[in-house]
T-cell receptor, first 117, second 114 residues
């Protein structure tokens, strides 16, 4: 148990629709990152939120967006879903101190499986 | 791109030590070596990390060479439940933003056999 919880665990959407995935970070952590893992691949970094602002982004288009709330929980929103968006979406939490990691560990949730048909 | 190289697969007999190698020849002085594993359809599980000294915890030991260009993760007594994909990752520390995040490669699929 990492204390990082995600919902929903599985969902099916139709191409063109929008989806919102949710994440609660581990107690004491102030930073949330999102990763996408396609079948047979390693997780790919989407973006990170710190102090309710995006604080780093990977190579993903703007239709991938997010939010972080004052309690450090986070949402991942994906608009105009495409078939290739079918994947496991992972949330990870960590602690930034003064904006720096200082070697702290990143802990992952169990993920949300998204299927786009 | 991932900065590490790992064998795609390894087998290990149950009860024996599993030694998983990782090459990170371009590692920088401010990068730690992290190991995660992922059991099928679950989120990655943190195992251990280190900078330059060998590290040990309740799950595993991490041996880093003196030049820091390679490392070995050791599971001392592998069980069937250790069957998973193991990822070796180098990660910048003391830095915020995307450079502090994890860049996963394809990892090593470890199969522990009875």
């Amino acid at each position: 148990e990492t204390g990082v919880t995600q919902s929903p665990t599985h969902l099916i959407k139709t191409r063109g629709q929008q989806v919102t995935l949710r994440c609660s970070s581990q107690s004491g952590h102030n930073t949330v990152s999102w990763y996408q893992q396609a079948l047979g691949q390693g997780p790919q970094f989407i973006f990170q939120y710190y102090r309710e602002e995006e604080n780093g982004r990977g190579n993903f288009p703007p239709r991938f967006s997010g939010l972080q709330f004052p309690n450090y929980s986070s949402e991942l929103n994906v608009n105009a879903l495409e078939l290739d968006d079918s994947a496991l979406y992972l949330c990870a939490s960590s602690l930034l101190v003064g904006g720096r990691y200082s070697g702290n560990t990143i802990y992952f949730g169990e993920g949300s499986w998204l299927t786009v048909v | 791109d991932a900065k590490t190289t790992q064998p795609p697969s390894m087998d290990c007999a149950e009860g024996r030590a599993a030694n998983l190698p990782c090459n990170h020849s371009t590692i920088s002085g401010n990068e730690y070596v992290y190991w995660y594993r992922q059991i099928h359809s679950q989120g990655p599980q943190y195992i251990i990390h280190g900078l330059k000294n060998n590290e040990t915890n309740e799950m595993a030991s991490l041996i880093i060479t003196e030049d820091r260009k390679s490392s070995t993760l050791i599971l001392p007594h592998a069980t069937l439940r250790d069957t998973a994909v193991y990822y070796c990752i180098v990660r910048v520390v003391n830095y915020g933003g995307s450079q502090g995040n994890l860049i996963f490669g394809k990892g090593t699929k470890l199969s522990v056999k009875p």
